[in-house]
């Protein structure tokens, strides 16, 4: 099938974006960054934009900069440069990133388009909320940051207008106390994620200070759930706050389990029964966040 008819510009400044995109007829502007997404979402008429607007070529939109401790990952930055140049500084992204499709899709798709299509089932909304992330929507009555937690609403959902422009999202840089989990299940690599979760833990001296967890590919959206007084309590509970990584893994299991119940939503498929996502997300869960904790311990 072939994509219906549209018109297609490509401006080289921001502000002319965001009047292409509020004067497309009948408001059926589309914003096209890698195009990963949507080409398909246009080849499979799921979707028929009057109107798409390239920002690939709007140069205040191709910077990926560092300020005030965060990384600002502008929208046209694709994923593959961030995965390249930014996995030291936030490595979160570092360890998300390779699970993102391909590496070709990678290339061309990016970060801030990930975000803006809201799969439930993609890597860095999850990654975004672990990290407390930052995003910048821009529209015809200025800018404003929504925070990772509050921008999406539901399945290919977020609080963006259709006239706005998700402009950037900024990620704290990684701090020595933090450590990292990320891990999936998926049909193949390159897959969307039958489940999968993406963890943060900062500790100092052993004491847990932070232990956010986000479950993806469960709901309509990424549950992000603190798992701070669990994990404490596990790791009290072995008397050691350097027990090996197994040995924290086994100490969760039953948090794991309650946050899987909790957080677990969506209806079985092809892919997977609800009972199997549930168990997926405890066994990643109680993992990653040991895991997590560990590597805090590093820093210390
Ligand atoms: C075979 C295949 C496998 C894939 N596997 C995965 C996977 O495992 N995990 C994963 O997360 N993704 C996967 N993807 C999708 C890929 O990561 C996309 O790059 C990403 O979802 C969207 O980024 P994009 O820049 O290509 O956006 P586009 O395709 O250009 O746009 C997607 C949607 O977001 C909107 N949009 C894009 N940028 C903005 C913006 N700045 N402001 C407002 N709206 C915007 C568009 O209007 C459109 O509705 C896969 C894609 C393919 C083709």
């Not at 900069?65 to 046209?76: E, F, G, K, N, P």
């Not at 090996?244 to 893994?249: A, G, L, N």
Request: neutral net charge; hydrophobic residues 40%; charged residues 20%.
């Amino acid at each position: 099938m072939k994509a219906a008819p549209f018109a297609y510009v490509r401006p080289t400044r921001l502000q002319d974006a965001v009047t292409e995109l509020g004067s497309a007829q009948h408001g059926g502007g589309k914003v096209i960054a890698g195009g990963q997404s949507l080409v398909p979402v246009l080849a499979m008429r799921l979707g028929r934009p009057s109107t798409l607007v390239d920002i690939t070529r709007v140069e205040e939109l191709t910077h990926m900069t560092v300020d005030d401790q965060c990384l600002r990952v502008a929208a046209a930055v694709r994923q593959r440069r961030v995965q390249r140049e930014a996995s030291q500084l936030v490595p979160l992204l570092g360890l998300a990133l390779p699970w993102v499709g391909h590496r070709e899709i990678r290339s061309r798709g990016t970060v801030c388009g990930s975000l803006a299509h809201a799969d439930p089932s993609a890597e860095m909304p999850a990654v975004a909320m672990s990290l407390n992330a930052t995003v910048e929507v821009t529209g015809p009555n200025g800018r404003r940051q929504v925070s990772a937690a509050d921008f999406f609403t539901g399945a290919m959902a977020t609080v963006t207008e259709p006239t706005e422009i998700v402009t950037s999202v900024s990620f704290p840089i990684a701090s020595s106390d933090e450590g990292y989990g990320f891990a999936e299940i998926a049909r193949r690599h390159g897959d969307y994620a039958i489940a999968g979760v993406a963890a943060r833990v900062r500790s100092t001296s052993g004491a847990v200070v932070e232990a956010p967890i986000t479950s993806f590919g469960v709901s309509d959206k990424p549950q992000l759930r603190d798992m701070s007084g669990a994990l404490q309590r596990a790791v009290d509970s072995l008397g050691d706050p350097a027990a090996p990584t197994s040995e924290i893994t086994n100490a969760l299991e039953e948090p794991a389990h309650a946050m899987a119940e909790d957080v677990v939503t969506t209806a079985g498929d092809s892919h997977g029964s609800t009972a199997y996502r549930k168990r997926l997300v405890r066994v990643l869960a109680a993992r990653e966040l040991a895991r997590a904790y560990r590597s805090s311990l590093k820093g210390a």
